[in-house]
């Protein structure tokens, strides 16, 4: 069972940026591919970045690409995300996930374990 624990999420003005943290507890971190996904007030749980297992690759949606970055530690078992030039729409509550392998797919159901979420609050 893989845990993951998110943090540095908070509220910020329009423009400003944070860094999002995601780490697990499991040392073959290095097995899964991770991505982060968001959920705003009534709307479901959509897909922001993935990078796989090696960072060789990185996938972003459209609303966050030039914004969002997704970087990733192997040997502190830590996932990144750098949000910058946020808009009220980014506000979330954003997820971590990972899924064995280095296929990183869109859909919630097709990741094997999730973090807590952290929330992400950006005024305007």
């Known amino acids: 069972q893989v845990q993951l624990v998110e943090s540095g999420g908070g509220l910020v003005q329009t423009g400003g940026s944070l860094r999002l943290s995601c780490t697990a507890s499991?040392?073959?971190?290095?097995?899964?591919?991770m991505a982060w996904f968001r959920q705003a007030p009534g709307r479901g749980r959509e897909f922001v970045t993935g990078?796989?297992?090696?960072?060789?690759?990185?996938y972003y949606a459209d609303s966050v690409k030039g914004r969002f970055t997704i970087s990733r530690d192997n040997a502190k078992n830590t996932v990144y995300l750098q949000l910058n030039g946020l808009k009220p729409e980014d506000t979330a509550v954003y997820y971590c996930?990972?899924?064995?392998?280095?296929?990183?797919?869109?859909?919630?159901?097709?990741?094997?374990?999730w973090g807590q979420g952290t929330q992400v609050t950006v005024s305007s």
């Open positions: 990078i796989t297992r090696s960072s060789g690759i990185t």
């Open positions: 996930a990972a899924r064995r392998g280095d296929y990183i797919p869109t859909t919630p159901p097709t990741y094997d374990y």
């Open positions: 499991e040392r073959t971190f290095v097995n899964y591919a």
